[in-house]
């Protein structure tokens, strides 16, 4: 049976004339008007067969691949990475006056008393770079990173800092760093998710599941949640009864049916629909090999401290490796209970922090010297890190006699290895409470532009057009730069 034929015969004029769409007078007239700009359902020859084929850069770049190592809830960068012995030297006298004025807080109410670190820090490696006691893997990769100090944001509250970093904007709706890369540059593995999302901790991160989501772009650049124990991803395997043969057949007949719908109305999501049942299928195989990290050999199990079958930010680590390996795009960890407010011993300095260190010291280095070693680190960025800073005095909530840090946009740290940054770098520098950046801020937007140059992206041209808007990562203005001073 000719379906598309069928469908013509059955269409009244009327239901003709409105279902036109591209092709009905209006159409014709609103392009007149919009003159060279992309039409509403735009799309290349080869798009149309797969969105995820694989793309050039625009611009040549040899990082081929992301893995971004998400530490939700904000890790304490005075505890961890920007040693500030004036905080020790002021321990628990009053914060300055001038310090507070004009200034919102998540919770500190009235005057707080200057927090010093309880750790110690040293110079690690070559290049001296000072890192606390509490991350001894990680100061043993410093020669191989650039450590920024000098991150600020304009959001405080977690959600929305999330959002803003990860998507751009500070709502829920836009499309995500993964999203993007994945639209412009495909994906090496058409067995695979392009872009991948991996969960450790004890809940998702607080901006939850649209700080992977793909918002105005086609559904299938979205990230794909995997689970690193248990079945890898839900309801992916064919019911009882169901062959392999009888699914293919049933795929095969829902493609005729999308075919003939978007013929009729244009839409781009249907081709994602298409695209992703076809995507799926191939992964019933796929996945279950690539996320399988027992073919690991004993050595590399130790070396992350990972165990087959658990669920765990190590096995994540060896996970991301592996899907980079194999030609995936993206890989985001987002790993969760870095809110070290000092409300409890599980969110404190003394007790919670070591703990979430511990949790992901040994892995996050790993990492880097697993790629180093296989000759994939040069063209795989590595970036650790979180949604903003905590501040430079204690929060004491509500009278808490445990030791924690608010929320503080003004400035925090994050590194980045591989894919085209510095080695053996510090860049930036806060005053001496650690309250401020003095040298080389690096806003959210600067960020995100140096993330996109290094894949061969402008950052200022790389757009999509939804709602009559040319939509960036960057956002509508250009006050994101591409921070030339961490570029190798």
């Given at each position: 049976m000719n379906?598309?034929l069928?469908?013509?015969?059955?269409?009244?004029?009327r239901?003709?004339?409105?279902?036109?769409g591209r092709?009905?007078?209006?159409?014709?007239?609103?392009?007149a008007?919009l003159?060279?700009?992309r039409?509403?359902?735009?799309a290349?020859?080869?798009s149309?067969?797969n969105?995820?084929?694989p793309?050039?850069?625009?611009?040549?770049s040899k990082?081929k691949?992301?893995i971004y190592?998400s530490?939700?809830g904000?890790?304490?960068?005075?505890?961890?990475?920007?040693?500030?012995?004036?905080?020790?030297e002021?321990?628990?006298?009053?914060?300055p006056?001038?310090?507070?004025k004009?200034?919102t807080?998540?919770?500190?109410?009235?005057?707080?008393?200057i927090l010093?670190s309880p750790y110690?820090f040293?110079?690690?490696g070559q290049?001296?770079s000072v890192?606390?006691?509490l991350l001894?893997?990680i100061s043993?990769?410093?020669?191989?990173?650039t450590?920024?100090r000098?991150?600020w944001t304009d959001?405080?509250n977690?959600?929305?800092?999330?959002?803003?970093?990860?998507?751009?904007n500070m709502?829920?709706?836009?499309?995500?760093?993964?999203?993007w890369v994945t639209?412009?540059?495909g994906?090496e593995n058409?067995?695979?998710?392009g872009y991948?999302?991996?969960l450790?901790?004890?809940?998702?991160?607080?901006?939850?599941?649209s700080?992977?989501?793909?918002g105005f772009?086609?559904?299938?650049?979205?990230g794909v949640q995997c689970?690193s124990?248990?079945?890898?991803i839900?309801?992916?395997?064919?019911?009882?009864?169901?062959t392999?043969e009888?699914r293919r057949?049933?795929?095969d007949?829902?493609?005729t049916l999308n075919?003939?719908?978007?013929?009729?109305?244009g839409d781009?999501?249907?081709?994602?629909?298409?695209s992703?049942?076809e995507?799926?299928?191939r992964?019933?195989?796929?996945?279950p090999?690539?996320?399988?990290i027992?073919?690991?050999s004993p050595?590399?199990?130790a070396?992350?401290?990972?165990?087959p079958?658990a669920a765990?930010?190590a096995n994540?680590?060896l996970?991301?490796?592996?899907?980079?390996?194999?030609g995936v795009?993206?890989?985001?960890?987002f790993?969760w209970?870095w809110?070290?407010?000092?409300?409890g011993?599980?969110?404190?300095?003394?007790?919670g922090l070591p703990?979430k260190?511990?949790?992901?010291d040994?892995?996050?280095?790993?990492l880097v010297q697993?790629?180093?070693q296989?000759g994939?680190?040069?063209?795989?960025?590595?970036?650790?890190?979180?949604?903003?800073?905590r501040?430079?005095?204690?929060?004491?909530?509500?009278?808490?006699?445990?030791?924690?840090r608010?929320?503080?946009?003004?400035a925090?740290?994050?590194?980045?290895a591989?894919?085209g940054v510095?080695?053996?770098?510090t860049f930036g520098?806060?005053?001496?409470?650690?309250?401020f950046?003095?040298?080389?801020?690096?806003t959210?937007r600067d960020?995100?532009?140096t993330?996109?140059?290094?894949?061969?992206?402008?950052p200022?041209t790389?757009s999509?057009?939804?709602?009559?808007l040319?939509n960036?990562?960057?956002?509508?203005?250009?006050?994101g730069?591409?921070?030339k001073g961490?570029?190798?």
């Open positions: 379906l598309g069928a469908h013509a015969r059955a269409l009244t004029r239901a003709f004339l409105t279902r036109a092709f009905s007078l209006g159409s014709i007239a609103l392009g008007l003159g060279n700009q039409p509403l359902y735009a290349s020859a080869e149309l067969v969105p995820l084929t793309k050039p850069p625009p611009h040549p990082t691949a992301v190592l530490m939700s904000a890790p304490p960068q005075l505890d961890l990475f920007d040693f500030k012995p004036k905080l020790n002021l321990n628990m006298q009053p914060c006056p001038e310090l507070l004009g200034q807080f998540a919770f500190i109410k009235g005057t707080p008393k010093g110690k040293e110079k690690r290049s001296g890192v606390s006691e001894p893997n043993k990769i410093v020669d191989d990173a450590i920024v000098s991150m959001q405080f977690h959600a929305p800092a999330e959002l803003f970093l990860y998507t751009g709502r829920a709706g836009a499309a995500s760093m993964g999203s639209y412009g540059l994906s058409q067995n695979l998710p991948v999302v991996l450790s901790g004890s809940s998702d991160p607080t901006g939850g599941k700080c992977w989501g793909s772009l086609p559904s299938v650049f979205q689970r124990g248990g079945e890898p839900l309801f992916s395997r064919d019911p009882d009864g169901m392999r009888t057949r049933s795929l007949a829902l493609k075919e003939a719908e978007e013929q009729t109305f781009p999501e249907t081709l994602t629909r298409i992703q049942y995507l799926a299928y992964m019933q195989l796929s996945v090999e690539v996320m399988d027992s073919k690991e050595e590399i199990l070396m992350y401290g990972a165990k079958g765990s930010f994540n680590c996970l991301a490796r592996r899907l980079v390996e194999k795009r993206f890989v985001q960890l790993d209970g809110d070290m407010h000092g409300t011993g599980d969110n404190d300095l003394i007790t703990k260190c511990r949790d992901v040994q892995a996050s280095a790993a697993d790629l180093k296989r994939l680190l040069d063209s795989t960025l590595v970036i650790w890190g979180g949604e903003f800073g501040t430079p005095m204690n929060e004491a909530r509500g009278g808490s006699t445990f030791l924690g608010d929320h503080h946009p003004h925090f740290t994050l590194w980045m591989g894919g510095k080695q053996g770098l520098e806060t005053d001496e409470l650690g309250y950046v003095t040298e080389n801020k690096v959210v960020f995100q532009a993330v996109l140059h290094l894949l061969g992206f402008d200022y790389f999509y057009k939804f709602q009559g040319d960036r990562l960057i956002g509508p203005s250009d006050e730069r591409i921070v961490i570029l190798a």
